[in-house]
């Protein structure tokens, strides 16, 4: 299939953890650099942070060192454990290519962190 689908969202105390999960093809894995967007509420889509096929990876400045990305079976999955969440980190969060082209957008998961 090629489409992307999200997984894992929900809601989360500020200092809470989160592991989300992003399935699609093996072609779209072995394709394309795959990484995490999030856009909240009145903003952007902005990016989070890639895996890259040699498994090393990239975050944005606010997520490193909080946020972790794995591929867990290395073909058709990859996720995104997050830690130490901040109310700011209240978004919908989507998988997708890192470089043009991009692929269809999938529907993306909630996360919401809040008291």
């Known amino acids: 299939q090629d489409q992307l689908v999200e997984s894992g969202g929900g809601l989360v105390q500020p200092g809470g953890s989160l592991r989300l999960s992003c399935a699609a093809s093996e072609r779209i894995f072995s394709a394309n650099t795959m990484g995490w967007y999030r856009q909240a509420p009145g903003k952007l889509r902005e990016f989070v942070g890639t895996?890259?096929?040699?498994?090393?990876?990239n975050y944005a400045h606010a997520v490193k060192g909080r946020f972790t990305i794995s591929r867990p079976n290395g073909k058709n999955t990859m996720s995104l454990q997050m830690s130490s969440l901040k109310p700011e980190g209240t978004a919908v969060y989507y998988c997708?290519?890192?470089?043009?082209?991009?692929?269809?957008w999938g529907q993306g998961t909630q996360v919401t962190v809040s008291s």
């Open positions: 997708n290519n890192i470089s043009a082209p991009l692929l269809p």
């Open positions: 895996i890259r096929s040699d498994g090393s990876t």
